[in-house]
């Protein structure tokens, strides 16, 4: 939980920090834009303002404290036609700054005012520090709240989930004992000479035992906490050979191991075996005629494959096997009778041996799973 927390709380922050960023781009567009059309608008009025034959360095003064553009500059030309009106925008000869000039026509003399535009500018930077400040101020807060927000959904989640799990547990729990009762009773009946019904309680006994499935995965998922389970140090070839007796007998399984390498893990051999079983049970359950068990040491990792030649799995369909109740077709899968809690179990098993697990589906499917050496050696 406390990783879908981070998450949330990761996407949040970037949702908050682009919407912060698009609207101080926004911002600093309009405010350029009105800056500049307003010093434009200020030298227009500076240059109707000026009376070409009776300008004196006072009233220029005057003219700079009234329209608060510093620095301005005046040029007043007689009898020069030529002389473009309007703005225009031009680097001064140092390059570092601009120059901005409006040009207009009184009479017969030309009038040309200018400022600088960088020094005009820089009023233009205060004001993108002060919201660039405040936009900090104000992401940090967002982020403060969003944190408690999303901490208090994660946290009702949690509750839920956590109350959803002990409900299963508690029905599954109940389902059990009853369901062994029906069990040993149907079995009995079956001892009997009578053999008149054994069709039928055959067929009870089959729906029994797939209910007595159910309950014992779904037990198994809601109980137990595999992250405290103890470890110890088991030998992944034996537990191999223990399961090949086991499914010989209903399955092809072919063996590579090379005899020369130890591997020994860190692991709970119960667990282990029941991740391992459900893997090759589904093989045997997905018509697979054929299994290859691979076991590989390199540096750090002992790596078990284990690839049968059955129906396979569609691509597009693999990255959800590992879900709770999650089965690939249901429809193509019809016959075949399951609850989609396998590869979950599995999945939980292997999670608390930090091993990482892979699916690969092209003939048949193939699992490869890899044990880290070195975690486990700490574990
Ligand atoms: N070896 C396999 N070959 C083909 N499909 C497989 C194989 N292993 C798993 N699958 C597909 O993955 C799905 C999920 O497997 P999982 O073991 O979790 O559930 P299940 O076998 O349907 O039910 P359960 O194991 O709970 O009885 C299966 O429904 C099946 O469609
Ligand atoms: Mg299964």
Redesign the pocket.
């Known amino acids: 939980m406390n990783n879908l927390k981070n998450q949330l709380f990761y996407k949040f922050a970037l949702v908050v920090f682009i919407i912060i960023l698009i609207f101080e781009g926004a911002m600093l567009i309009a405010l350029k834009k009105s800056f500049d059309t307003h010093l434009k608008d200020k030298l227009a009025l500076v240059a109707s303002e000026i009376n070409p034959k009776n300008f004196s360095p006072n009233a220029l003064i005057e003219i700079q404290h009234k329209y608060k553009i510093f620095p301005l500059f005046v040029k007043i030309i007689n009898n020069k036609s030529n002389l473009p009106l309007g703005y225009s925008i031009k680097k001064t000869s140092n390059k570092k700054e601009k120059i901005i000039s409006f040009t207009t026509k009184k009479g017969n003399y030309f009038i040309k005012v200018s400022t600088f535009y960088s020094t005009n500018e820089d009023k233009i930077k205060i004001i993108r520090t002060i919201s660039l400040l405040i936009s900090f101020i104000i992401f940090l807060i967002v982020l403060m709240l969003g944190y408690k927000f999303i901490d208090t959904i994660v946290t009702q989640i949690e509750i839920s989930f956590k109350k959803l799990k002990n409900f299963n547990s508690n029905v599954s729990h109940e389902l059990k004992t009853p369901l062994a009762i029906m069990k040993s009773e149907i079995e009995v009946a079956l001892m009997n000479e009578d053999k008149k019904c054994d069709k039928t309680l055959n067929s009870l006994l089959q729906e029994i035992n797939y209910l007595n499935?159910?309950t014992e995965?779904l037990l198994f998922l809601t109980k137990n906490d595999l992250n405290n389970c103890k470890l110890k140090e088991i030998d992944l070839e034996e537990l191999i050979l223990e399961l090949f007796e086991k499914y010989s007998k209903k399955i092809h399984i072919s063996l590579h191991i090379n005899e020369d390498d130890e591997y020994i893990i860190k692991g709970d051999k119960t667990l282990l075996k029941m991740a391992l079983s459900?893997?090759i049970?589904?093989?045997i359950?997905?018509?697979?005629l054929k299994i290859d068990i691979i076991l590989k040491k390199t540096k750090n990792k002992i790596i078990l494959t284990i690839k049968?030649n059955?129906?396979?799995?569609p691509k597009e369909?693999l990255p959800f096997?590992?879900d709770e109740f999650?089965?690939?077709?249901e429809s193509?899968?019809k016959e075949?009778?399951?609850?989609?809690?396998?590869?979950?179990?599995?999945k939980n098993i292997l999670k608390a041996h930090k091993a990482k697990i892979k699916v690969k589906?092209e003939r048949?499917?193939e699992?490869i799973i890899e044990f880290p050496l070195k975690e486990l050696s700490n574990h």
Request: aromatic share 12%.
């Open positions: 499935d159910i995965k459900n893997i049970e589904n093989s359950k997905y018509k697979a049968d059955g129906m396979g799995i369909k096997i590992f999650y089965r690939v077709d193509h899968n075949i009778k399951g609850f989609g809690l396998g590869l979950s179990i599995v589906s048949g499917v699992f």
